[in-house]
């Protein structure tokens, strides 16, 4: 079976939902402690000398955060490595070649698992004392600006709060910038980062026990909807490990000994991954390529399947269910949820429409944002 990152992708869920709990937990945190007592003349005075209370209680969130996610990263990066390694197995397996019984000893993964999972837990880790600080600053700003204007009645105090609670709603807790400069939401941010840490842990496992078998080169697909990243790389033969760069190698025959076969290579594996292939949500797959045997297997027909543009409108529509449910979670009152939540399920009716016209399969746990997970 060829090895693509969307085979391990879908495990990233068990860790950003984790957070996205964490998320709303700290927003209705903050909006109840600042709802308390909001029409007291000494509202501002009181919820800032109640700053400690808050900074414990996001202690409390992020102590749990840190346990839990540790614990559904490693797990989440062992099934991701099982399933690429799964997949190779039974790519070898398919073969009418000795590599099959090569296949079927098991490899030490302990060690690469590990390190996989350490580096994941590192990155989630860091965003940990931002959201302290984001969690405080929102905190004290709604306070400064719900008392800029000196005569501010309780009433209008009540509205600016709720102004400016939503408009942190919307945005959740952010600051969170990836390599390429982009800012993200943390649950977008968190969830971006599993995705492609354990796509690449999939499609390491393949290589890793293909390389244990001893096949050297690999064929990348011909995708229908390729990302333009990927264009340069679509239906070449790499090798498995080893030297960059374009050639002709010289390689035995995949089942008749001593016949030499000549072919064209564009690079190594590694070196297409470097330049972008098999980034998150890639299209492509790799699989083995046997000398004189495996044939290039064309483009593939466009699949009935959505275009890009229409799976990237869905993911637009999954980030709005999201802006607003945690709209709602910052709802200072009845009112206030209750039109939050009308949002959601017109959002969600969007999101079904699409999935209907399309056949794009609805990814629920992209709208999710609720604590019964
Ligand atoms: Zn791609």
Redesign the pocket.
């Known amino acids: 079976m060829p090895v693509s990152p969307d085979l391990a992708e879908d495990l990233a869920t068990a860790v950003s939902s984790l957070y996205e709990q964490a998320e709303l937990a700290l927003i209705e945190k903050v909006t109840r402690a600042l709802a308390e007592g909001l029409d007291s003349p000494l509202w501002a005075e009181l919820k800032l000398a109640a700053l400690g209370n808050l900074r414990a209680a996001v202690d409390e969130v992020l102590a749990a955060l840190q346990a839990d996610a540790s614990g559904a990263i490693g797990q989440a990066v062992a099934d991701a490595y099982e399933r690429g390694q799964q997949a190779a197995v039974v790519e070898l397996g398919a073969l009418a070649t000795g590599t099959a019984a090569a296949a079927a000893e098991a490899l030490p993964t302990a060690a690469a698992v590990d390190r996989l999972a350490s580096a994941l837990v590192g990155e989630t880790e860091a965003t940990h004392s931002r959201i302290l600080r984001s969690t405080l600053d929102v905190y004290r700003r709604v306070i400064a600006e719900a008392t800029s204007a000196p005569l501010l009645g309780a009433t209008t105090r009540r509205q600016t709060a709720q102004r400016a609670l939503a408009r942190f709603a919307v945005r959740g807790i952010t600051g969170f910038v990836d390599n390429s400069g982009r800012a993200w939401n943390l649950t977008s941010y968190v969830e971006m980062a599993t995705r492609s840490a354990l796509g690449r842990a999939a499609v390491q496992a393949h290589t890793d026990r293909l390389g244990a078998a001893g096949i050297e080169l690999v064929i990348v697909s011909d995708?229908p909807e390729?990302?333009?990243?990927?264009k340069p790389?679509e239906g070449k033969i790499l090798r498995r490990d080893g030297a960059s760069g374009a050639g002709t190698v010289e390689v035995e025959h995949a089942t008749e000994d001593e016949r030499m076969v000549s072919v064209r290579v564009a690079g190594s594996l590694p070196e297409a991954r470097s330049k972008?292939?098999?980034?998150p949500?890639?299209?492509?797959n790799v699989s083995i390529y046997l000398p004189g045997l495996t044939k290039p297997a064309g483009p593939k027909k466009a699949r009935s399947r959505a275009t890009y543009e229409q799976s990237q409108k869905q993911r637009y529509l999954e980030r709005q269910v999201r802006a607003w449910k945690r709209k709602a979670a910052a709802g200072m009152d009845d009112a206030a949820r209750r039109s939050a939540n009308a949002k959601v399920r017109a959002y969600q009716g969007r999101i079904r429409e699409l999935t209907a016209a399309t056949g794009l399969p609805r990814k629920s746990h992209r709208e999710q944002l609720t604590r019964s997970r």
């Open positions: 995708a390729e990302c333009p990243r990927c790389w972008g292939l098999m980034h949500n890639c299209r492509h």
